[in-house]
């Protein structure tokens, strides 16, 4: 089985956690150079009831899981294993070690996009940059994260 094989795999762990569906994200794109995830607007999502606003913390929770999707497949080249019980395993012990969130604009609209590319990526750690639109293409937020990785 190829890396490529496994990203279907990796896409779906993440859709199946609980947290990631309650913010009702969806892996739309996942491959070794770029992560895509969207999620709907929604008014459990609020951080601001008078301007009807997102979350910061909706904002930051997502831009950290298209990271840390990123992060997963630039450490997928270095595994050697295909076995999905021994991935499950090794996913488990990824993580984050800092993200930074600049918030650029309100977020408003009816679908949000979040993408991530890495930046860097080593045995242990990997840095990936992270960005947030909206469905009319505005930039909300942009972000940093560093990943343990091995």
Known sequence: MQTSDLLPFIASVFQQMPFNQLLGLRVTE???????????????????????????????????VVGGIMAVSSALVRL??????QLAAKLG?????????DYLRPGRGDEFIATAQVI???NK?????????NNEGLH???GTGTYLVG
Request: aromatic fraction near 4%; proline fraction near 2%.
């Open 93 to 101: 012990k990824m993580s984050t070690i800092d993200i930074r969130t």
């Open 125 to 133: 750690v990997c840095v990936c940059r992270m960005e947030l639109h």
């Open 30 to 64: 996942f491959s070794a150079e770029r992560a895509e995830v969207r999620f709907d607007w929604k008014t459990e999502l609020v951080g601001n009831p008078v301007q009807q606003i997102l979350h910061g913390g909706v904002i930051a929770s997502v831009l950290d």
């Open 120 to 122: 860097r990526s080593g």
């Open 140 to 142: 909300i937020a942009l």
């Open 80 to 85: 050697d294993t295909t076995d999905h019980a």
